[in-house]
DNA sequence: AAATTTGAGTGAACAGTGTTTACTTTTTGA
DNA sequence: TCAAAAAGTAAACACTGTTCACTCAAATTT
């Protein structure tokens, strides 16, 4: 996917870059964004807290790096899904099952994808909404996915897939955020557990994908 | 409904408290959690940041009380349509639309009031989510309107209405997450404007209470 | 009324944070 | 070989939440 670079000085910065983002990963998979001090990660790596700002710019760039990898995680499992051959309504629920998986695999990786901080009033785009991202290409697997239920005539006929996926998406996310960040979800008090986490995973896939189906047994 | 203080010496202290509640408000609604410091907010009120403490048990423990505050609004609000004699279906639609719009004007409370920090692993469980706190208050009135749509025959009778509850709630803390911190959602690109936020907030409360519905038109 | 205790409020410090600047050392290319 | 560019650093700046020892005034107790 990306060029090899030509001299190799360029390769030897490359390998620290990534050395650099290799350490961070790890203390941020740990504790997060919070948790994960430049000067932290300067002693893991034998460097000068300095030094890290001769290979990115801000804190806020090289975590911003680890989100993108991150994406690219979410990419590639949702595609395996995708391209699979079992039935569709399978397939669907699958590929919410997965999504919401990798987010409880990887909480503070999900929590910061999404929390480019909260923006009061009129908002300049952001970084990661850029045309042809990871986030992105994402979101045109799951609009094409609901395009073919529509197609096979699994899902109403008048339901426009782009808006439907957003609908679909945002409720993906609310119960990954859910689960993200209280930790007894689906149960609110820790004694009480009427349905296991993957249980309720698949009840609100179902309940969400119902929304869009054509007709009901 | 609070029962006034007796010693003149603690309504005093009371009265300061929310003065320091009051000033924090301000600078949080603006800015959220991170913009506001003790510092800031000391010289705010006219007081040393250290004089903070004697009031509050740390920067997070005022923080928790901006929040509780805020589940209040959301609580009343939602309270308030869920009284209306309006038809069902028109009131279930208006309760989403309502519970985002608060999202909307407060996002960085939003956000905040559901970010006890993402935990890795086991957590503890967080204050918040005590027996009879505001969340659990605006949760039964959530799950006692979708008992109400199973027994006028609107919802499938197999429902189980808080289970249902959860997952209603997902998806709308999903769409107030998504707007929140996506300054241009439902639209991705600055552009390209196919629907309002608007009009695209009915059409996910649509989406998600069609799940429920026992058939279809 | 005097003495004592309680509580409010403070300045200074501790232990952190992200970031920049001036500086030295190393590496690279002509 | 020698100048230029890049890598790396120590120290400082401007912040952050929090604690400690202290003062001073108000309330309680004797």
Redesign the pocket.
Known sequence: MTADV?????R??HK?RARILSAAEQVFAREG??????????ENI?????????????????VDELKETFFELILENVNRIVDTSTPFAERSRDCVGTYVQIAIEKPHHYAAAFAGQASAGEGVAHDDDREGSKKEQAFNVLSGMIQEGVDIGAFRSEIDSVLAAKSIWASMHGLAMMIVHIPTFPSFQLGQADMTRDEFILFHADQVIRGLEAHHG
Chains 1, 2 share one sequence.
């Open positions: 030509s001299s190799p000085a360029e030897r910065r620290i964004a919070d948790g994960l001090s430049i000067r932290r990660l300067a034998d460097y000068s807290p300095a030094a890290i700002y001769k290979y990115f710019k801000s804190k806020d760039e090289l």
